[in-house]
Each structure stands twice: as structure tokens, then as C-alpha cells.
């Protein structure tokens, strides 16, 4: 029998969902097994959503993340970062103090990881806007967990049962995407998620679909030169270095066969290409995986949804999935 893994649970923008979703998640015979879990973040916020859920959890500060393999069944290990008060996290509301501390979680979760404290980290939603107001100045998650890892070959994947899909570029401009569309960044890119995928599957060599960037692959031409002149040549130098990967291939029409199972994961150029059709059939399961750094870390694929907050009715599917997947790669 496997000894379950130790995962640093981060708590995310606690004027958020993120909070109530960690709970949910814990009390929940699907996420109580899944993994030894150590949540980061403040135990005013924890109780809160312990309150809001009706659930039935407690709470147990520790100081070391060793010490959350001996709390009992029923308790929630808690390593507390921040201690904020009622007027720091107002629901809906970002501020500094929040976003201060939910900085504070993400470098304490990967400096555990990088140290080996902890096997991977599953992360809570964000406010970029309570994080940019305290001075951390990232697009997101992503971007700031590759500088603390001293990485640039990183890429942004979201999974689901039916479909794997990573990004060329990332939180971008539509207007700046052309230009950072590059045959160095498209091939790091397939690379990546080969790695990444197989990781995943188990498969030695997963089969990749590659999207274009215009319509209709461009339309030899009338539409943009970058399949030929970029993403073609790319995709020609992973097949030689044995990668297997096939396009470019129209956005269009790709994920009614993706979604069918005939490639195990698909490279897409930009962010709402490639996630508008993975949400529309992942949008309570799917996981946001970092590929390429050298720690496990996945993610929920949605936001604080402020609207939520408070409630005790947010999904916490999406948590579980993440936690589960975290699980998996680290044993890997």
C-alpha cells in the first residue's frame, strides 16, 4: 500500500472561494483520500468557511508540514501564514493585505516542494488585482511560480478526462499574440507537453495535435504566413527529434476529434483558442497543471468567483481533480 502523499493545499484569495472549496473538498470521501493534505493560509479565513459550509472539521495549527501526517481524521492541518482580520477579506472585496498574504502562500508552498518538505502543491484561486495592489506584480500563478523555480521552460496545461490542451502563449494581449508566436517558443511548447503527457498517461509517445493560428491554417498564405514559416517548420523538428505530433491543424474542426480520443493532448496558440472548448467540457473538473518546472503543481481552472463567496454553494470539483492529479504526478 502506497503511503499517500504529503500536498500543500494553498488557500488562495480568502475574500474569495477558495477557502470554502478546501474545505468542501477535505470532508469529502473523495478528497479526504486522496492525499495527506497541509492547507497554507490564515485560520480566521478556514474558519469562516468551516462556518459557511456547515461542516463539520476542525483545525489544527502546526508548525512543521511533517507534523500533518499525525493530525486525526477530521482535522484540517493548518500552517498559518497570515493572520488577517474581518476587514482584509471581505467577500468580493480585494485588498492588500489579502493579496500580500496569498503571495506569501504560493512562495512558502513551492519553497516546500523545492526543499521536498511536501510532493507536489495543489493551488486555490487568485486576485491578480490584490496581488498587483501589493506590489507582486505576475500575470498569474503560473508566471510567478517559474521565477521562483528559476525556470523559463514552463508551459500552461489544462486537463480533463477528455481533453489535455497547453498553451503557446499565455495571459496575453489578442493584439501581441502574432508576435510571440515563435518557432523557438512553438517547439519548447510541444516539447514540454510531450514530456508533460506522458507523464500523465503513461504513454511513450503520446500523440500531439498542433493548432494554427489563422483560419484555415492561413489559407496558404491569405491569412497569415505563420503556419508555413513557424508552426510547420516546429512541428517537422519534433517529428525528427521522435515526438509525435501532427499539424497544423485547423482550430475549427480539431477538438470534435480531439474530444473523441484521437490525440492526448493538443497544443494550442493562445489562451481562449484552446480553453473556451476545454471548459465547455471541463468546466467543474478540469486541473491547471505548470509542466516543466521541477515540482508538481496543479490548480483549479477557475477564479475567486466573488460572486460565490460566502455562500458554502461554490464546486469544489475542480479542487479535487487538481488534488488527485497532484497525487498521481508526484507518485510518478
Request: aromatic share 4%; charged share 20%.
Amino acid at each position: 500500500m502506497h503511503t499517500k502523499p504529503l500536498i500543500a493545499i494553498t488557500m488562495g484569495d480568502p475574500s474569495g472561494i477558495g477557502p470554502e472549496i478546501i474545505v468542501q473538498t477535505l470532508q469529502s470521501p473523495d478528497g479526504a483520500d486522496l492525499c495527506v493534505p497541509l492547507v497554507i493560509g490564515d485560520r480566521l479565513a478556514l474558519e469562516r468557511a468551516i462556518s459557511v459550509c456547515s461542516s463539520p472539521l476542525t483545525i489544527q495549527e502546526i508548525l512543521q508540514p511533517g507534523e500533518a501526517r499525525a493530525v486525526p481524521c477530521g482535522t484540517i492541518p493548518l500552517l498559518a501564514l497570515s493572520h488577517l482580520t474581518e476587514a482584509d477579506m471581505t467577500y468580493g472585496a480585494p485588498s492588500i493585505a489579502a493579496g500580500d498574504a496569498v503571495f506569501r502562500y504560493i512562495c512558502h508552498a513551492a519553497e516546500l516542494c523545492l526543499h521536498g518538505a511536501v510532493a507536489a502543491m495543489a493551488t486555490a484561486p487568485i486576485s491578480k488585482e490584490a496581488m498587483h495592489r501589493a506590489g507582486h506584480d505576475y500575470p498569474g500563478h503560473t508566471e510567478l511560480l517559474a521565477e521562483l523555480c528559476g525556470t523559463d521552460d514552463f508551459v500552461m496545461m489544462l486537463a480533463g478526462e477528455l481533453l489535455r490542451v497547453s498553451l503557446v502563449t499565455i495571459h496575453e494581449a489578442l493584439h501581441d499574440v502574432p508576435g510571440l508566436v515563435t518557432f523557438e517558443q512553438v517547439l519548447k511548447t510541444i516539447r514540454i507537453t510531450s514530456e508533460g503527457v506522458r507523464r500523465l498517461t503513461g504513454k511513450r509517445s503520446p500523440r500531439l495535435a498542433v493548432l494554427a493560428l489563422n483560419p484555415h491554417c492561413g489559407e496558404a498564405g491569405k491569412f497569415g504566413r505563420q503556419e508555413a514559416e513557424i508552426i510547420e517548420p516546429a512541428i517537422r523538428q519534433a517529428q525528427r527529434e521522435g515526438i509525435t505530433a501532427e499539424g497544423p491543424l485547423a482550430a475549427d474542426t480539431l477538438f470534435h476529434f480531439a474530444q473523441k480520443g484521437e490525440y492526448d493532448g493538443v497544443v494550442a496558440m493562445y489562451h481562449d483558442q484552446g480553453l473556451i472548448p476545454l471548459k465547455m467540457l471541463h468546466f467543474d473538473d478540469a486541473v491547471n497543471i505548470t509542466l516543466g518546472l521541477p515540482i508538481v503543481r496543479t490548480s483549479v481552472d477557475h477564479g475567486t468567483a466573488y460572486n460565490l463567496a460566502g455562500k458554502g454553494t461554490a464546486s469544489a470539483g475542480s479542487l479535487v481533480a487538481a488534488i488527485k492529479m497532484a497525487a498521481v504526478l508526484a507518485r510518478r
